[in-house]
Structures are given as structure tokens and as C-alpha cells.
């Protein structure tokens, strides 16, 4: 999903949890909202380079608090 739609499903209260986590597929993290990956859009997983990037895409969505899983 995108970062609008996110932000739609997070003031509606469909979304809980904001996780960020290690890239299984190579170098960077990826951003975990409940079930859903933020996508690129050309499609893809977003990848970010560092850990404060991704937290700052679950702050646009609107999380004020994010786990990290290293």
C-alpha cells in the first residue's frame, strides 16, 4: 500500500501497529503497518536506508510510537 492510503486507514482506525524491520532481501529496512508493506509507486516494497527514514514515513501516516525489530 501507499503512503495515502495508509494515511486513510490510520484516521479511520483500521491500523494498530507501525514495525520497522531488516529487508530480507538485501541491505535497508522495510516499514510494517499491521499486515500491510509500504510500496513504491511502480510497485515494490519500499526499501529505506536507515532506521530514522522509515520511522519518519509512520509519522506522516500518523504513529507516534514505532517498534524496531533488529
Given at each position: 500500500?501507499?503512503?495515502?492510503?495508509?494515511?486513510?486507514?490510520?484516521?479511520?482506525?483500521?491500523?494498530?501497529?507501525?514495525?520497522?524491520?531488516?529487508?530480507?532481501?538485501g541491505?535497508?529496512?522495510?516499514?510494517?503497518?499491521?499486515?500491510?508493506?509500504?510500496?513504491?509507486?511502480r510497485?515494490?516494497?519500499?526499501?529505506?536506508?536507515?532506521?530514522?527514514?522509515?520511522?519518519?514515513?509512520?509519522?506522516?501516516?500518523?504513529?507516534?510510537?514505532?517498534?524496531?525489530?533488529?
Amino acid at each position: 500500500m501507499q503512503i495515502k492510503d495508509l494515511i486513510m486507514l490510520f484516521d479511520s482506525g483500521s491500523l494498530k501497529k507501525a514495525r520497522v524491520v531488516i529487508n530480507p532481501l538485501g541491505s535497508g529496512y522495510n516499514l510494517l503497518i499491521d499486515k500491510y508493506v509500504l510500496e513504491t509507486q511502480r510497485g515494490g516494497y519500499r526499501v529505506y536506508k536507515s532506521i530514522d527514514a522509515a520511522c519518519e514515513s509512520a509519522l506522516k501516516i500518523g504513529f507516534k510510537r514505532v517498534e524496531v525489530c533488529l
